[in-house]
């Protein structure tokens, strides 16, 4: 067995922002902001016994699902997991919507019957997320299946967990991704832990993307902290994808601010891996590249500051003044041969 490790990633060379135009790197930070803000509110209203239910947060994560969504076209469509806010967002699902569905109100993005382990919105491509680990990977795949099928030129990107990878039913979906040359990406979200297990516990090589040359796939692990770093891989991988090359498999090195859930303090984690892991926080990291830009002004970044914290707030208004879903609601959309 592997020795418990910090396995802090080599941080590439910050890349110059010069060849990227202003309002996507606008876009990266906003959206990444509107993720970190939404998930401090509903952690706040959770712990306040405002909200109901249970949520995993993904406060440390936001380059990775940030970068990858804005490399994708508007009609591609991606699959959640459980930790799936900041996924949601990323993609475009409404911050109000969002916030109603994790108080269970009928405005919700799925009707306020999904709650937070279920969130997304297939008006922006976001397929309602998966609570079942590895389960999206197979639908991934499937959707991808549909795509090629009907020439749409669209592409599946499935986010999934490290923990994911050691399940049958991803080693499935690859392998069938691979042999039908499918347009999918496959992109893991490294956090190091499966809930309190480290992954060098469960796991005998150092990464998973080590596993995508199994099934005949190009395969790359990277600084999942970087928005840029991630954008360029998935725009990679996706444009392959379109073009019929089959899929990829990509894994984020990142790490979350907080336990699996909210009832983990995540005192299994040494304070050390912690302390380091914190450092490499990807908000004011790309916060500061944005501020070294000429393009951009300290008034500027606080105003896209301003902008979202204006967001949530609204999008707290809109859930706590809607509606609960009506009872015959229940009703809707079950199916049954």
Known sequence: MQTLSIRLPDIPDVAPLGAYDEDLLAEIYRRMV???????????LFLGGIMPGTIHLSLG???????????????????????GHGQALAKGV???????????????????????????????????????VGASSPIAAGMAF???????????????????????????????????????????????????????????????????????????????NDPIVVYEAVRTAAERARAGEGP??????????????????????????VEAWFKTDPLPAFRERLLQDARFSVSEIEALDTAVATTIDAAVRFALASESPAVASALEHVYAD
Not at 61 to 83: K, N, P
Not at 122 to 131: D, E, K, T, Y
Not at 248 to 273: F, M, N, S, V, W
Request: aromatic content about 8%.
């Open 34 to 44: 509107l993720i970190r803000q939404f998930e401090l509110k509903v952690n706040e």
């Open 146 to 224: 549909a795509f090629k099928r009907g020439k749409t030129g669209q592409v599946a990107l499935n986010f999934f967990g490290e923990g994911t990878a050691n399940k049958g039913d991803w080693h499935e979906a690859l392998n069938l991704a691979a042999i039908w040359k499918l347009p999918v990406v496959f992109l893991c979200e490294n956090n190091l832990y499966g809930v309190s297990t480290h992954i060098t516990e469960v796991m005998a090589i150092d990464y998973v993307a080590e596993r995508a040359s199994a099934y005949g796939m190009p395969g790359g692990t990277i600084y999942g």
């Open 61 to 83: 994560q936001e380059a990775s699902v940030v970068g990858a969504c804005l490399a994708l076209e508007a009609d591609d469509v991606i699959t959640l997991t459980h930790r």
């Open 94 to 132: 409404r911050a109000d919507a969002l916030m109603a569905e994790l108080f269970g109100k009928g405005t919700g993005c799925c009707r306020g019957k999904g709650g937070s382990l279920h969130v997304g919105d297939m008006s922006v491509g976001a397929l309602p997320a998966i609570a079942i």
């Open 248 to 273: 990829a498999l990509i894994e984020c090195l990142t790490y979350r601010r907080g336990g699996h859930k909210r009832d983990d303090p995540g005192t299994y984690r040494p304070q050390e891996e």
